[in-house]
Antibody, heavy 121, light 106 residues
Framework: QVQLQQWGAGLLKPSETLSLTCAVY????????WTWIRRPPGKGLEYIGE???????HSNPSLKSRVTISLDTSKNQFSLELSSVTAADTAVYYC???????????????WGQGALVTVSS | DIQMTQSPPSLSASVGDRVTITCRAS??????LNWYQHKPGKAPMLLIY???SLQSGVPSRFSGSGSGTNFTLTISNLQPEDFATYYC????????FGPGTTVTIK
């Protein structure tokens, strides 16, 4: 059973760079996309971006200029960097695996446990 | 961009009740609609994918239906562990989530 475990700095100052890593246990990178999603306080879930096993990256256009997603297949990990953070980036950040099936679409499963990132001066 | 709405935003129900949550898309998403359960402090969990397919390990009291722009998640015989927030998510075009429906204990 695939499990995701994530970690990273929880308190940042404005203009700093958010950095989170997600480790994948019990499964392969191949055939899936590896995704970052966040939930700001009091708001819904927002797709940040993803990287597939080949290293192709797709990002939310609203965040694209600040997002870097990378993959380390030797460690079975993928990472998110979000530059120039502001208070609006305060959120719980989740990593997730995106499963793709040609006939049924795609979905996120499983998810990491989440990491609260607070941006405050 | 496709926008997702859910109703109601919250509901209060009792153990044993039948609960229905509605999700609407601003344009057709075919059958590409998924449902997740999220409990505070826990990882969101996939319940249903492709409108009505139950994810492995999910109790059969959860069911999904719909097509196009209108979808429903039904929980029959609500159990104590079902009190949570439920999100719909379309995968027809990008990955928009609904705002969530919180199910609380009456």
């Amino acid at each position: 059973q695939v499990q995701l475990q994530q970690w990273g700095a929880g308190l940042l100052k404005p203009s700093e760079t958010l950095s989170l890593t997600c480790a994948v246990y019990g499964g392969s990178f191949s055939g899936f996309s590896w995704t970052w999603i966040r939930r700001p306080p009091g708001k819904g879930l927002e797709y940040i971006g993803e990287i597939n096993h080949s290293g192709s990256i797709h990002s939310n256009p609203s965040l694209k200029s600040r997002v870097t997603i990378s993959l380390d297949t030797s460690k079975n990990q993928f990472s998110l960097e979000l530059s120039s953070v502001t208070a609006a980036d305060t959120a719980v950040y989740y990593c997730a695996r995106r499963v793709i099936q040609i006939l049924n679409g795609n979905w996120f499963d499983p998810w990491g446990q989440g990491a609260l990132v607070t941006v405050s001066s | 961009d496709i926008q997702m709405t859910q109703s109601p935003p919250s509901l209060s129900a009792s153990v044993g009740d039948r609960v229905t949550i509605t999700c609407r898309a601003s344009q057709g998403v075919n059958k590409y609609l998924n449902w997740y359960q999220h409990k505070p402090g826990k990882a969101p969990m996939l319940l249903i994918y492709s409108t009505s397919s139950l994810q492995s390990g999910v109790p059969s009291r959860f069911s999904g239906s719909g097509s196009g722009t209108n979808f429903t998640l039904t929980i029959s015989n609500l159990q104590p562990e079902d009190f949570a927030t439920y999100y719909c998510q379309q995968s027809y075009s990008s990955f928009a989530f609904g705002p969530g429906t919180t199910v609380t204990i009456k």
